[in-house]
T-cell receptor, first 114, second 117 residues
Framework: GDSVTQMEGPVTLSEEAFLTINCTYT??????LFWYVQYPGEGLQLLLK?????DKGSNKGFEATYRKETTSFHLEKGSVQVSDSAVYFC?????????????FGAGTRLAVHP | GAGVSQSPSNKVTEKGKDVELRCDPI?????LYWYRQSLGQGLEFLIY????????KSGLPSDRFSAERTGGSVSTLTIQRTQQEDSAVYLC???????????????FGSGTRLTVV
């Protein structure tokens, strides 16, 4: 079945460091891919998305490229800030029961220190 | 509304009591979802409503859990005879009709934190 695998956290970085959070997927066809972010005490927010192979999603300095050949959608940011501390979830729409059920990875907690 | 609204934001209940959690989706979003997030864990799908179609209940963990959606808008998730393992954050999300969720993603509410003591 469809699945999403994320690197385990927590990821701890100093401010202005480079961030990569790995995400790989298994899916039927070529679904859209998403990154969601959950700040402390809040719900999930859509961070960025890509709808087809080689698309690059970007938002708030974060980027992720839809790589069909490696079935990956790694999240990157060139210079993280303390305010980026959150949990990040990779997701794709599952094919079970139709294409309207997002399957989430386990989440990766990022802690950025000054 | 402008966003997905959930109430209450926090709920503490005694073991064995029933609770109702409410979700008010974005106006015009015909698809509505409930997820559960246990402490430090990922997201667990519970139930999905799409318009007037029969809901996908495949994620409900037991028959103590039920949900309804009235008038294609507001949804209520009911947990009967609550247990301590039901303690979690319950998240609601909505998306545009048909493949809108798959294409544009879901908009989540801030969640209801349920604590069963």
């Amino acid at each position: 079945g469809d699945s999403v695998t994320q690197m385990e956290g927590p990821v701890t970085l100093s401010e202005e460091a480079f961030l990569t959070i790995n995400c790989t997927y298994t899916a039927t066809g070529y679904p859209s891919l998403f990154w969601y972010v959950q700040y402390p005490g809040e719900g999930l927010q859509l961070l960025l998305k890509a709808t087809k192979a080689d698309d690059k999603g970007s938002n708030k300095g974060f980027e992720a490229t839809y790589r069909k050949e490696t079935t990956s959608f790694h999240l990157e940011k060139g210079s993280v800030q303390v305010s980026d501390s959150a949990v990040y979830f990779c997701a794709l729409p599952g094919v079970s029961g139709g294409y309207n059920k997002l399957i989430f990875g386990a989440g990766t907690r990022l802690a950025v220190h000054p | 509304g402008a966003g997905v609204s959930q109430s209450p934001s926090n709920k503490v209940t005694e073991k064995g009591k029933d609770v109702e959690l409410r979700c008010d989706p974005i106006s015009g979003h015909t698809a509505l979802y409930w997820y559960r997030q246990s402490l430090g864990q990922g997201l667990e799908f519970l139930i999905y409503f799409q318009g007037n179609s029969a809901p996908d209940k495949s994620g409900l963990p037991s028959d103590r859990f039920s949900a309804e959606r009235t008038g294609g808008s507001v949804s209520t998730l009911t947990i009967q005879r609550t247990q301590q393992e039901d303690s979690a954050v319950y998240l609601c999300a909505s998306s545009p009709p048909y493949t809108g969720g798959a294409t544009y993603g879901y908009t989540f509410g801030s969640g209801t934190r349920l604590t069963v003591v």
